[in-house]
């Protein structure tokens, strides 16, 4: 369908018949997906905004449920969530060096990182559901006391959402994974693997702030 | 509105090919997740520490956005990429400001106006700590034993919620106190309170 | 009234290496709408669904905006007939309340908010930016499909009950109410992501894909209204999209952040649903200004009177409409202090609003003011939605919001604002560009005719409302005291007036589709560019990539230094 360009020898192939050129294209998609960060921060924002209401109107219960929370494994986490940030960002470079290998053992690390995320999480959830610990209705734990129902009903909505978007970020990078290894990223037009990485470190950025929120400050 | 030169809007300013690409050596990723490690140990020891209430929570923000902009600058190439994109960033993190002080200028008001309107939900703790104190002390005195937006000018209304607590029996021991409906009201919906 | 279009010689030279393949004339090439189908029925069906033009997925959008259109408005005839009477005559009040819901739920989330920016902007955005579809046509195809799955789950909520919670979902009704409420709340949390990727979309192409020699002070206004209008789309919606899944999460295992008896907070999702709702109001009405910038320009060959001004008061509106959402919660239990800090904030709206209608009349005064069918619906927005907007004033004060909340004058403001500004500048807009659109020219005198029944049905329903709110009617009131019978039977008969002029719209419409006579390329003598290329357009909008030349209102009869003299 590219007629308009079918003739001009520097334009790569695969530059959509819509785009004047490649820099365009790329610019494009980086800018899209900063502007699809930027409603993924307003959709956390809701919670977080949600946080600090009750966090304002119950501070005593928000310092009593912070002790719930195991704050090693919520370290853990996050410095396992830093390495990935770190592999991903090597694994854009690897893409920019034109280094299959790089890319591929970086965006395989990511992965590994990612998993390991959520092992971590499934221990601290499986422990919660059996003290009895779960999201504000069904809350059946004795041994605390305030509106910890509230509290852990944000503790669920903020990690759980999160979770979901670490999950989705598995799906992205194997995809990822699966097309490098099929030879792609290699000609200059790595802005999937840039979009992917940008998505990741946005799911980084939200557990940085979620880390402290939930289970430092008290 | 005369003729402007030529140029496509955002081909031509990046003509020359590879602009955009800006590969940062690996020891700069290294170090920023040197710093993003540290910064992440800072912050679980500081909060050993046991630092008393709002310096806790000020501290530990502080820490948590020095650690997103060492993501945001580096890892997200904010530092070399179209500077647009910084604008879309910074533009995201100031309406999350309006939402918020928005949203919590309601909350932190409620009583700002109008002394009978509160808060919800009262603990089991603050009533056992109110009644306490006004066992032995005037209303007056004891005002500040009432929890955050809950300055009743009537303290029978505090008292007022022993009567309910029956009717909250089953849920009682984890201190869920009786909401005070009656204050929100429920317009433009058939509220069945 | 034929123009040429402008010949730009020298700066397509200019412009970079992409001008291959000048095949001559435009007539060379099938026209977006029939292009694959030659191969029969089944591929040719295939080709729309798959599309990814721009044009045939703004039509596509436009034809479903329209049956749901058709839907809503069925849905107020019949519950308009009930209100003719004080007595409940026609209806239970359980369906009346699942009636309203209905209307309100489908005419916001899926008739108004893509009206105007999914149908008309779809097809417009990228031709008058001389770009050759939009920066994601994938994610555009995405969002006419995830529009289509938010309607089916509407619709699966409607034919599973119906759902009477009003459109606002508002707590703790929605949460304890029986029925597939929380069908309905995926509905519409899954439409708010259509929007959401149709503002990104038009964010990007405006930024990216402009032509050359279009600078940001030399795109049409309907261009920067759309673009404001995108920006609200990206930040607001997500917001809506978080509370209905907490509303939703309540329904299906009781989280209780809205729940009083678990310490949650009611209000607290009306400052969530708000926070976008409020802004929602502006993506409703922002294209609506763009639009009409447009006419009012082209139909009375003048250049805009405060181009910079209208630009920029259209993002000024979307930025001050996310600091105003509590003037909605003044009685809802927020603090005083929250109301009179918003209610002060309101008034900023009137500002930039104000501007603009200063500008459309300064335009069309000394203009050689063409009363055709555009100009007609031009002219009925500027009449009803002063009205809307000044009636708005009376709300944004609180002590006056307190005796006017729930009553029918709320109910006529925001019909005024939203119906007229985005219903009758939509149908103006159609007409506008309908030539480029189908190719086919309408009959002019029916188009008047219609405009006419329409401008006086609007004005029969609506008007008596304002008279009723403020003699106390309350709203959402299936049975009411006889007072109030005569006012709502006008506002009864002249909906069925606004009704038939919609059908009889329809109808003509319908009949040009099909034997109209063909349009010229440039049926008004519009300068912007999309009025450069084919009618209808070919399948990749332009040969060559068009070079912005001048002003999108430097029209040649009123600009000397173009040379082309006087009509």
Same mark, same amino acid.
């Given at each position: ?182 030879? +792609? ?34 | ?14 003509? *020359? ?63 070399? *990429? ?7 960033? @910074? ?18 008001? +409620? !009583? ?13 703790? !603050? ?29 029978? %209304? ?8 029956? *009717? ?26 | ?155 699966? %909520? ?59 002070? +030399? ?45 949650? !907070? ?112 031009? @002219? ?90 403020? +003699? ?96």
């Amino acid at each position: 369908m590219a007629h308009a360009h079918a003739d001009d020898p520097n334009r790569p192939e695969w530059v959509a018949h819509f785009f004047h050129s490649k820099e365009q294209q790329l610019s494009a998609a980086k800018f899209g997906m900063w502007l699809f960060l930027a409603q993924e921060v307003l959709f956390f924002s809701g919670l977080f905004c949600a946080y600090v209401a009750f966090r304002w109107m119950y501070p005593e219960t928000w310092l009593s449920g912070a002790d719930q929370l195991n704050k090693w494994m919520g370290g853990l986490n996050t410095l396992i969530l830093i390495a990935s940030s770190f592999t991903m960002a090597l694994a854009v470079r690897g893409a920019q060096t034109k280094s299959p290998t790089a890319l591929k053992v970086n965006l395989l690390l990511t992965i590994l990182f990612a998993g390991g995320f959520c092992v971590v999480k499934y221990f601290e959830y499986s422990h919660k559901f059996h003290l009895g610990i779960f999201p504000a209705d069904h809350y059946a734990y004795e041994g605390s006391t305030g509106l910890m129902p509230i509290f852990f009903a944000i503790y669920y909505c903020l990690t759980g959402l999160h979770m979901i978007h670490v999950v989705i970020g598995i799906g992205f990078l194997s995809w990822l994974l699966f097309k490098t290894q099929k030879g +792609r990223f290699m000609d200059g037009n790595y802005a999937y693997v840039e979009n992917v990485g940008l998505y990741w470190h946005l799911v980084d950025l939200i557990w940085i702030f979620l880390f402290p929120l939930l289970y430092l400050v008290k | 509105m005369n003729r402007n030169p030529v140029h496509h809007s955002a081909g031509a300013a990046h003509a *020359d090919g590879e602009h955009h690409e800006h590969i940062a050596p690996l020891s700069m990723y290294l170090g920023v997740f040197g710093a993003l490690a540290v910064l992440t140990v800072v912050t679980v020891g500081v909060s050993e520490l046991g630092i008393p209430q709002p310096y806790s929570l000020i501290l530990a923000m502080i820490v948590a956005t020095m650690k997103a902009s060492l993501v945001v600058t580096f890892f997200m190439h904010l530092l070399w *990429d179209d500077r647009l994109n910084s604008v879309v960033f @910074l533009g995201t993190v100031i309406f999350v400001a309006i939402f918020f002080a928005l949203t919590m200028t309601d909350l932190l008001s +409620r !009583d700002f106006l109008n002394p009978e309107m509160g808060n919800y939900v009262m603990l089991e703790e !603050d009533k056992a700590r109110w009644n306490e104190c006004m066992e032995t002390k005037t209303y007056d005195e004891c005002r500040d034993k009432l929890p955050r937006g809950w300055s009743q000018a009537n303290p029978d %209304a505090v008292d007022g919620h022993h009567g309910a607590e029956g *009717d909250h029996g089953a849920e009682g021991d984890h201190g869920k106190a009786e909401g005070d409906h009656g204050k929100a009201d429920d317009h433009g919906t058939k509220s069945d309170h | 009234m034929m123009l040429d279009t402008p010949e730009t010689p020298e700066n397509a030279e200019d412009a970079p290496a992409e001008e291959h393949g000048d095949h001559g004339h435009h007539a060379d090439e099938p026209s977006y709408l029939v292009y694959g189908k030659e191969k029969g029925f089944a591929s040719f069906l295939k080709s729309w669904l798959i599309t990814v033009d721009h044009k045939r997925i703004g039509i596509m959008y436009l034809i479903s905006v329209l049956l749901f259109f058709a839907v809503a408005g069925f849905t107020a005839i019949y519950f308009r007939w009930e209100l003719m009477t004080a007595a409940p005559d026609v209806m239970s009040g359980d369906t009346y309340n699942k009636a309203f819901t209905l209307h309100g739920g489908i005419m916001v989330f899926l008739v108004i908010i893509p009206l105007t920016p999914a149908a008309l902007g779809n097809f417009v955005l990228p031709l008058m930016l001389g770009a050759k579809d939009v920066a994601f046509p994938k994610l555009n195809l995405a969002s006419l499909y995830v529009y289509w799955a938010g309607a089916a789950l509407l619709v699966y %909520a409607v034919l599973g009950g119906g759902f009477d919670t009003g459109w606002t979902f508002y707590t703790p009704y929605s949460t304890t109410a029986q029925g597939p409420i929380t069908w309905a709340l995926l509905g519409a949390f899954t439409l708010g992501f259509s929007s959401i990727f149709t503002g990104l979309n038009f964010i990007v192409t405006i930024h990216k894909m402009r032509a050359p020699g279009m600078g940001f002070f +030399r795109m049409p206004l309907m261009l920067w209204a759309l673009y404001a209008t995108a920006l609200t789309q990206l930040l607001a919606t997500p917001v809506l999209a978080i509370t209905l899944l907490l509303v939703a999460m309540e329904r299906i295992m009781g989280i209780g952040i809205f729940n009083p008896d678990l310490g949650g !907070d009611p209000v607290l999702m009306q400052h969530f649903f708000w926070f976008y709702s409020h802004p929602a109001v502006y993506i409703m009405i922002l294209p609506a200004f763009g639009i009409i910038s447009e006419l009012v320009a082209v139909h009375s060959r003048k250049r805009i009177f405060g181009y910079g001004a209208i630009a920029l008061s259209s993002v000024s509106i979307a930025l001050i409409g996310f600091l105003v959402w509590g003037h909605h919660m003044f009685v809802s239990g927020q603090s005083e202090l929250s109301g009179v800090v918003f209610s002060f904030l309101t008034f900023f709206v009137a500002v930039p609003t104000a501007i603009k209608i200063f500008s459309w009349t300064g335009t069309m005064w000394g203009g050689s003011v063409r009363f055709n069918t555009p100009m007609l619906y031009t @002219l009925s927005f500027l009449f009803l939605f002063l009205i809307g907007g000044l009636t708005g004033l009376f709300l944004s004060t609180m002590a006056t919001d307190v005796h006017l909340h729930d009553t029918y004058f709320v109910v006529a403001h925001f019909h005024y604002v939203m119906a007229s500004g985005a219903v009758i500048s939509f149908l103006g807009g159609l007409h506008h560009w309908w030539p480029k659109m189908f190719g086919t020219m309408y009959n002019e005198t029916l188009g008047k005719i219609g405009a006419i029944i329409i401008f006086l049905g609007f004005n029969l329903t609506f008007f008596p409302q304002f008279v009723a709110g403020s +003699r106390g009617m309350p709203r959402r009131y299936h049975e009411y005291v006889s007072e109030f019978e005569g006012m709502q039977y006008m506002s009864s008969i002249g909906s069925f007036v606004l009704a038939f002029g919609l059908v009889f719209v329809l109808c003509y419409l319908l009949h040009a589709l099909f034997k109209g006579k063909p349009a010229p390329d440039n049926p008004w003598g519009g300068v912007t560019l999309e009025w450069e290329t084919a009618t209808p357009p070919i399948e990749h909008n332009f040969h060559h990539t068009p070079v912005c030349v001048r002003g999108p209102y430097d029209f040649p009869e009123i600009d000397e230094s173009l040379g082309n003299g006087h009509h």
